[in-house]
């Protein structure tokens, strides 16, 4: 089982649908973290979570909902989405004292 | 915030080259990470290092701190060290959050 498990590992929805990507840590740690990875652009953070408390919300728009009901899981909840936030979603975690991420395979989402 | 500047954009190497990626950053940083991103998406840890020096079979990292740079050597390369390169920062302490590099392609030629 590796260290962070994200479902699905692809996904394609239309504008009007509502879908969850899911994100599963087994190493313990006690933040997570979902990150945005478009064409061309650098890897973009878009949500922190501590010990299930939300601590960033990088201008996220509210079609994107992140829940966190414990420090092993992580959903990122999705409405209403433009052709525009098709992109490679990649959650990570961390113990929050040294920083040292780690990812999971990402899901591919592509929005028609 | 942070500007993190890779080089170079992009690589090509024959097989069995010897390989330097560097990492530049404006602003002091409590932590330095460096990842390969497979041909699948998945970011691989390759190197935690703040500072100094870690080796790991052909990969090597080294972190200079106080000249805001690192730099990632890869030797005798093989085909499957081709993907994206990425090191990522967290400014200053407590900062929970880790600023990207736009990354090195690297592609490996049988």
């Known amino acids: 089982e590796t260290g962070v498990t994200q479902t699905p590992r692809h996904l394609v929805m239309g504008m009007t649908n509502k879908k969850s990507l899911k994100c599963e840590q087994h190493?313990?740690?006690?933040?997570m973290y979902w990150y945005k990875q478009s064409a061309k652009k650098p890897l973009e953070l878009m949500f922190v979570?501590?010990?299930?408390?939300?601590?960033e919300n990088n201008s996220v728009p509210s079609r994107f909902s992140p829940e966190c009901p414990n420090s092993s899981h992580l959903f990122l909840h999705l409405h209403t989405l433009q052709p525009e936030d098709s992109a490679l979603y990649l959650c990570?975690?961390?113990?929050?004292?040294?920083?040292?991420?780690?990812f999971g395979q990402g899901t591919r989402l592509t929005v028609v | 915030g942070i500007q993190v500047e890779q080089s170079p954009p992009d690589l090509i190497l024959q097989e069995g080259a010897n390989s330097t990626l560097r990492c530049n950053f404006s602003?002091?940083?409590?932590?330095l990470q460096w990842f390969h991103q497979n041909p699948w998406g998945q970011l691989i840890n390759l190197f935690y290092?703040?500072?100094g020096t870690k080796q790991n079979g052909r990969l090597s990292a080294t972190t200079v701190a106080t000249e805001r740079y690192s730099l990632l050597y890869i030797s005798s390369s093989q085909t499957t060290d081709s993907g994206v390169y990425f090191c990522?920062?967290?400014?200053?302490?407590?900062?929970?959050?880790?600023?990207f590099g736009t990354g090195t392609r690297l592609t490996i030629i049988p």
């Open positions: 290092i703040p500072s």
């Open positions: 990522a920062v967290e400014e200053g302490f407590g900062n929970e959050k880790l600023t």
């Open positions: 990570a975690s961390s113990q929050e004292s040294t920083l040292e991420a780690f």
């Open positions: 979570y501590n010990f299930k408390e939300q601590t």
């Open positions: 190493l313990g740690h006690n933040a």
């Open positions: 602003d002091s940083v409590n932590n």
